[in-house]
């Protein structure tokens, strides 16, 4: 069925972009990299009627090549289809290089798709994708290494507080004083809460080892990207030689199926890890979902909590999903129908269409660039 434009009734009708940038209300940094503000990259889909909502936290070039691009790639396409755009756009960015900002517009062009076709047919994402799970567990994430310990401590003791029964913080500046902090991490927050640190690649591998050793009288068991997640040897090494409690993760920065396929076949993680607002959207996600059952490993979501909370109730051997401190405080200022916290887990608003979210637009306004 089409109108009288010759456009059918489920086509996408066009893309709109926009981007803003928020500040931190700390000054920010981890173990490789320092940062006083975060950019918000949001697609709206239209077609039939509906408007649909996919993001990514990104530098405002990922917009131009959404409006400049990806926008003339999908309109027109089948909005019933968001597999099919997906390959379109996989195909139009190939003389442009896939990994970085190429991946991360086609994810926020993605999940803006899904929630379109979610909203045509007046379903929940999450039921359109199928749900196994009531809500996805979610983890703590913040802790940056710029915190005094105070600040630290009442962070984390904060979620611990709320019933979230894991919590992660940021190391990797300073190997003694890392582990300095853990300690002061495990006083706050107490035996019975679950303590996780994420180095960002900072250590080199006999550092990681060492490390992995002392966390352990903290009874630290999640240990993140100890080596840089380019060195999937290194990776390897550490996750063999860690203490057995402690899970060895990573797979933030993958951009692509390729990247998750050589990180599984090397057995270089306990718990793989995917970025929705990276690896290509909710079409991705589930392709990579896919690949951690084959390989009898689960998959935990990284940042963007309310983008992934759907997919995260809807994939097999799901893991957790980040809380994290930055992107929690920016959801909460830029969309209405977020998830709800309920007893350490994300569960999807079932008497909303599509994600749930909607723009509050004068709010946004304020941030625009």
């Known amino acids: 069925m089409t109108t009288k434009s010759g456009r059918g009734i489920t086509d996408v009708d066009g893309l709109q972009v926009s981007h803003y940038t928020v500040p931190t209300d700390y000054p920010e940094s981890d173990g490789t990299m320092q940062w006083d503000k975060t950019t918000l990259v949001v697609v709206e889909a239209s077609g039939g009627g509906k ?43 190939r003389n442009l290089g896939r990994p970085g900002i190429c991946s991360m517009a086609i994810s926020a ?11 045509l047919l007046n379903l929940p994402l999450v039921k359109l994708l199928g749900q196994v799970r009531e809500g996805a567990t979610v983890y703590g994430s913040g802790g940056f290494t710029t915190y005094s310990d105070r600040q630290l401590a009442e962070q984390l003791a904060g979620w611990a507080e709320q019933g979230l029964g894991s919590v992660k913080m940021k190391i990797g500046r300073d190997a003694d004083r890392d582990v300095e902090r853990v300690g002061v991490a495990r006083d706050a927050i107490g035996p019975q809460t679950e303590l996780f640190v994420d180095a960002n690649g900072a ?14 009288e903290y009874d630290v068991r999640w240990f993140e990207e100890p080596v840089s997640s380019d060195d999937l040897e290194g990776l390897c090494l550490v996750r063999n030689h860690a203490p057995a409690p402690m899970q060895i993760a ?23 890890q995917a970025d929705i607002s990276r690896c290509g959207g909710v079409t991705a996600f589930m392709q990579v979902a896919a690949l951690c059952q084959a390989h009898n490993l689960p998959i935990s979501g990284h940042t963007a909590p309310a983008l992934h909370t759907a997919i995260a109730c809807c994939v097999p051997m799901f893991e957790n999903l980040e809380y994290f401190h930055d992107h929690v405080r920016i959801e909460r200022m830029f969309f209405d129908g977020l998830p709800h916290l309920v007893r350490g887990q994300l569960r999807p608003d079932l008497s909303r269409p599509g994600n749930g979210l909607e723009l509050k637009r004068a709010d946004a306004q304020k941030f625009a660039a």
Do not use: N
């Open 203 to 216: 250590y080199s591998r006999k550092q990681a080892m060492l490390q992995a050793e002392l966390f352990s």
């Open 250 to 272: 990573a797979g933030e920065y993958g951009y692509d199926i390729f990247y998750f396929q050589r990180m599984l076949a090397a057995g270089a993680v306990d718990v793989q």
């Open 51 to 93: 408007r649909g909502i996919g993001y990514t936290y990104a530098d405002e070039a990922t917009a131009s090549l959404v409006h400049g691009l990806l926008r003339r790639t999908v309109t027109g396409m089948d909005a019933m289809s968001p597999p099919a755009a997906y390959e379109a756009m996989w195909q139009r960015i």
């Open 109 to 119: 062009v993605d999940c803006a798709l899904w929630d379109l076709k979610a909203r």
